[in-house]
C-alpha cells in the first residue's frame, strides 16, 4: 500500500492548528512527507505559498494535482530526500505523521535545523505512536525549541485519534 495515499487523522489536526493562527500574505511553507497534500492545500486556502514535497514522486504529483482541483495555483512541487536538506530555508514547515520509525528521526531534526529559517515554525503532527519520547529527547538534544499542543481528530471506524501537533522553532 503506498503509504501516502491514506488521508491521515495527524494531517487533518496540523490543518486545524494551520487555521488557528493568523499567516503573513505570500507566507512560503514546505510540506514535507505530503502524501495528498492536506495541509499544503490549507496553507493554499490561507494565502500561502507552498512547496509539496514527498520522497515518492508520485505523491508529489497527487497533491499537485489536488490542489489543481481545489482551485489554487500559487504551489510548487519537489521531490525530496529528508537525509539530503535542500539548499534553501523556508519560515514554515509543515510535516504530518513522518515520525513513525525511530531511524527517521534523526535525519528529520537535521532537516529541520538545516531549512528553517531563523525565526521560522515547523508544524509537525503525530498520532503519539512510540516514537514520540525519542523523538522529544533528539530535538532537546538538537537544542530546538518546541511546544506540545495535543489534539484530536476522526480516524477510521468512527473512533477519535489522540495525537500532537509540535511547534518547534530554532533557539535564538
Request: net charge negative.
Amino acid at each position: 500500500m503506498p503509504y501516502w495515499a491514506e488521508l491521515w487523522p495527524s494531517s487533518q489536526m496540523l490543518g486545524e492548528v494551520l487555521t488557528q493562527q493568523d499567516w503573513p500574505e505570500n507566507h512560503t511553507a514546505l510540506e514535507i512527507g505530503c502524501g495528498v497534500g492536506l495541509s499544503g492545500i490549507v496553507a493554499l486556502s490561507l494565502g500561502m505559498r507552498v512547496i509539496f514535497s514527498d520522497y515518492d514522486a508520485t505523491a508529489v504529483e497527487f497533491a499537485a494535482r489536488n490542489a489543481i482541483a481545489n482551485g489554487y495555483q500559487n504551489f510548487e512541487t519537489r521531490p525530496l530526500d529528508w537525509r539530503v536538506p535542500p539548499d534553501f530555508q523556508v519560515p514554515l514547515i509543515l510535516a504530518a505523521d513522518v515520525i513513525y520509525e525511530e531511524r527517521s528521526i534523526e535525519p528529520l531534526i537535521t532537516f529541520i535545523r538545516a531549512v528553517l529559517a531563523p525565526g521560522g515554525v515547523c508544524l509537525l503532527s503525530d498520532p503519539d505512536r512510540v516514537t514520540r519520547g525519542g523523538f522529544c529527547y533528539a530535538l532537546k538534544r538538537a537544542n530546538l525549541k518546541f511546544k506540545r499542543q495535543k489534539m484530536t481528530a476522526p480516524g477510521p471506524e468512527g473512533r477519535t485519534v489522540s495525537g500532537s501537533v509540535y511547534h518547534i522553532s530554532l533557539l535564538s
